[in-house]
């Protein structure tokens, strides 16, 4: 067996303040239940201490960057859930819906894809022909759909704060 | 969910016995408990040893139960409370806590659920899973 790594109560509500600022400043909110929250903020904690990397709390990680980027939090699949569940896998994500009370959700099926069928996240995707000539390339923030045109992808994603690894190559 | 007849039972645990090894035939879904004596008249059974990593929360016997989770997931816990008010006997690991053998032999015992990432992942006599808190089916299958 492996120790779990220890969380200290100041940690908490800091990553809980950031993530709700970072969340209303892009768009989206953070589940209204806070002690269900405090879970989860706990426990993106616990596997950013454990991995190096803020893998999601309710899905099996590899351990590896590389293999998990996918559900590195926010994942790939926050935003196809919230549109049509209201909320993210892990419910640590809600919709506008969801918050106002006009929609109620709870546990939803897994989005993510099994291995062997998940577009890697390790190689960026090939890049469509261009119908014209681009003067710079084009990436995709596979988060939140964020296009810029620009040499190299942004180090964080205006948008939803996803980083750097995330984006891949559109056109 | 009615509970299999002791014959049956029996027969689940020797077949499990014989497919996988004692500590994974637990978490493949046989039954950890040993017959007992007025139990059908099989032959006897050493109950296979439960690994120390993995938790047995008594209760009810409503054929055998296993729970996979991570420490890091709220649902897991609404299913461990789910899983207390329905006074059901499972076993629960959290998969986060165990090292990579252990891990593989978790893993081997979800093969039945598939290429599954999301957790809390129940097992239901080995052979019926539910990904996901998804009370009105754990109800249902258990309650
Ligand atoms: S956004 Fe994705 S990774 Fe983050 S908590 Fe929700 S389901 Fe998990």
Same mark, same amino acid.
């Given at each position: 067996?492996?120790?779990?790594?220890?969380? #200290?109560? #100041?940690?908490? =509500? *800091?990553?809980?303040?950031?993530?709700?600022?970072?969340?209303?400043e892009g768009g989206y909110h953070l589940n209204p239940d806070e002690e269900f929250v405090r879970g989860l903020v706990r426990g993106l904690l616990v596997n950013t201490k454990r991995y190096g990397y803020m893998s999601c709390p309710c899905?099996?990680?590899?351990?590896?960057?590389?293999?998990d980027l996918d559900i590195i939090c926010p994942c790939d699949y926050r935003d196809p859930d919230l549109e049509e569940y209201g909320a993210c896998y892990c419910a640590l994500y809600v919709s506008d819906d969801v918050l106002a009370g006009k929609k109620k959700t709870g546990s939803i099926p897994e989005r993510r894809p099994p291995p062997g069928a998940r577009v890697s996240?390790? #190689?960026? *995707?090939?890049? *469509?022909?261009?119908?014209? *000539?681009?003067?710079? =390339?084009?990436?995709?923030?596979?988060?939140?759909?964020?296009?810029?045109?620009?040499?190299?992808?942004?180090?964080?994603?205006?948008v939803c704060k996803a980083k750097k690894d995330r984006f891949e190559r559109f056109l | 969910m009615t509970a299999a007849p002791p014959g049956a039972r029996v027969s689940r645990l020797i077949l499990c016995l014989l497919v996988l090894g004692a500590?994974?035939?637990?978490?493949?879904?046989?039954?950890?408990?040993?017959?007992s004596p007025e139990q059908g008249s099989g032959p006897a059974v050493t109950t296979p040893a439960v690994p120390?990593?993995?938790?047995?929360?008594?209760?009810? !016997?409503?054929?055998?139960?296993?729970?996979?989770? $991570?420490?890091?997931?709220?649902?897991?816990?609404?299913?461990?409370?789910?899983?207390?008010?329905?006074?059901? !006997?499972?076993?629960?690991?959290?998969? !986060?806590?165990?090292?990579?053998?252990?891990?593989?032999?978790?893993?081997?015992?979800? $093969?039945? /659920?598939?290429?599954?990432?999301?957790?809390?992942?129940? @097992?239901?006599?080995?052979?019926? /899973?539910? @990904?996901?808190?998804q009370e009105a089916r754990i109800r249902e299958a258990l309650g």
């Amino acid at each position: 067996m492996t120790g779990v790594p220890e969380v #200290t109560e #100041t940690e908490i =509500p *800091a990553l809980h303040d950031r993530l709700d600022r970072e969340a209303e400043e892009g768009g989206y909110h953070l589940n209204p239940d806070e002690e269900f929250v405090r879970g989860l903020v706990r426990g993106l904690l616990v596997n950013t201490k454990r991995y190096g990397y803020m893998s999601c709390p309710c899905r099996l990680a590899a351990g590896r960057k590389e293999e998990d980027l996918d559900i590195i939090c926010p994942c790939d699949y926050r935003d196809p859930d919230l549109e049509e569940y209201g909320a993210c896998y892990c419910a640590l994500y809600v919709s506008d819906d969801v918050l106002a009370g006009k929609k109620k959700t709870g546990s939803i099926p897994e989005r993510r894809p099994p291995p062997g069928a998940r577009v890697s996240a390790v #190689t960026p *995707a090939a890049g *469509a022909a261009a119908p014209f *000539a681009l003067t710079y =390339p084009v990436w995709r923030c596979r988060v939140c759909g964020y296009l810029c045109a620009r040499d190299e992808p942004p180090g964080v994603c205006p948008v939803c704060k996803a980083k750097k690894d995330r984006f891949e190559r559109f056109l | 969910m009615t509970a299999a007849p002791p014959g049956a039972r029996v027969s689940r645990l020797i077949l499990c016995l014989l497919v996988l090894g004692a500590g994974l035939a637990l978490l493949a879904g046989c039954t950890g408990t040993a017959p007992s004596p007025e139990q059908g008249s099989g032959p006897a059974v050493t109950t296979p040893a439960v690994p120390s990593w993995v938790v047995h929360v008594p209760g009810n !016997d409503r054929g055998s139960v296993l729970l996979v989770g $991570r420490t890091t997931c709220p649902w897991c816990l609404k299913t461990k409370e789910l899983l207390g008010n329905l006074t059901v !006997d499972y076993y629960w690991v959290d998969l !986060d806590t165990l090292d990579n053998a252990e891990t593989a032999e978790v893993m081997k015992a979800i $093969r039945v /659920c598939g290429e599954v990432s999301g957790v809390p992942i129940l @097992v239901i006599d080995g052979e019926q /899973c539910i @990904v996901g808190f998804q009370e009105a089916r754990i109800r249902e299958a258990l309650g």
